[in-house]
DNA sequence: GCAAAATTATGACATACATCATATTTTTAG
DNA sequence: CTAAAAATATGATGTATGTCATAATTTTGC
């Protein structure tokens, strides 16, 4: 971990949420670190030592269970706070940050970033209606998996990330996953999202090019996260369930 | 919905975590109700018009795909806030909340709930450390869902649910549901629940007795959390994965 | 620039779990 | 108290997806 310093104080959730006249305790604290490829900027069951926010580059946060099966919960892009799952009764990260290519990130200590909740209220509300997104969204993956099969999971997957990385200008999506992460991130496996990507590119939903994905079906994509697709409707009596 | 009156200012999450002097104010706007088992305190898909709190009784929350998958999200008891899942940007409920007992209800409107927030800076940092902990949890489980088998994650449930409402006097778990509630929890069908119990109670890990349910091995439902388990374990060698 | 490591590719096979059907028992509502 | 509705019980059957094995290709580190 290289001490690096290049924030600029404006990017960031924290800066983007505290009082301008904040900024330079924010200035004072604050310390850049850069990091490589596969390097973990914290580990699930670390204790909590403070926050980070992503400058450059792309992490994704990610959760094991055993050594073999892990889950992706997020893919972090420049702006993104980090660390904020640690922040519970216990002060200890539930998830491992790993870098997926070079990042500069900052870090504040956490008893700073507790006096700078004390300090702006605005950005505590921030972060509690940040957290009540995050869980809303993580209920809502959490029924998908219960519920909806692997190809409905994928499409999801495939829209997030185009909703949230854009696209290049070639027009794929702007973020290069393996093959494996896309699995993690979607609860399965690499062998299957191997075959689902490739059903989906024979039906011409998407084109894969390498680690290139390009959406060519959206409205078709979206269709596949409704409930089924209903193999064949059997129930036809007007037995009406409530 | 009957209009009731017998909230005691003490036992809520709200009013344990606000200022003593803002007490009469919450008194003053308060609305109690009470409701039969089965109906609803408000539907996935309402706009959220203010937050609650349960007085007495049990709630399920619950968030639905399509009309037969269910996943229910959590179990609330007296005290517990509900309703905190519609806080986040768009102002609508991501889950129902449905009786499966009678209860009482107190009802806080949004504009002062939210007032509320901005006189006790306090209640907005625990509010938010509880999001935080719900996200923790959730996620938990979104791994779980994923990675656990159905044995693994009924363990779970069952251990969770002791934990959550303890024992009654006779000793088994102080809630009473439906084995579609418990499948629905545990993100399964009820059939799967209904063999995976059975399995369960010939292993003597649990006694069921209608739906009374008793814990006799905790210590081996424990277990079941655990990375399994292995059929066999196949990789002997000494590659070591990093 | 090359060896080692990681990723991608793909078929064969196993299985945990969902689905469906149907009967019985328990609970609920009028 | 009784009819209707809900919950429980249980076998038969299908399938989506995980597991395993192995090879080819791409990427990475020195």
Redesign the interface.
Known sequence: MKKYNDCDLKSCFLCRNSLASWLPAIEGHKRNFIMRKGEAIFHEGDGVKGIYFLYKGTVKVH?????E?E?I?SFAKPGDIIG??G???EKVY??TATAIEPVTVCFIDLSFFETT??VN?RL??S???F??????E???????????EVKGRLAETLLHLRNRFGLAKEGYIDILLTRQDIASFT??TYETIFRVMNEMSEEKLIRVQGKKIFLLKEAKLEKLL???NLPQARKEGPQK?K
């Open positions: 959760k094991r269970w055993g050594s099966k889950l919960l904020y799952r922040l519970g009764n539930p998830v909740l004390e209220p505590t509300l972060l509690m209606k957290y009540a997104n995050e869980l809303q993580a209920e809502r993956r959490m029924r998908n998996l219960a519920h909806m609860g399965t409704d409930v089924k369930k």
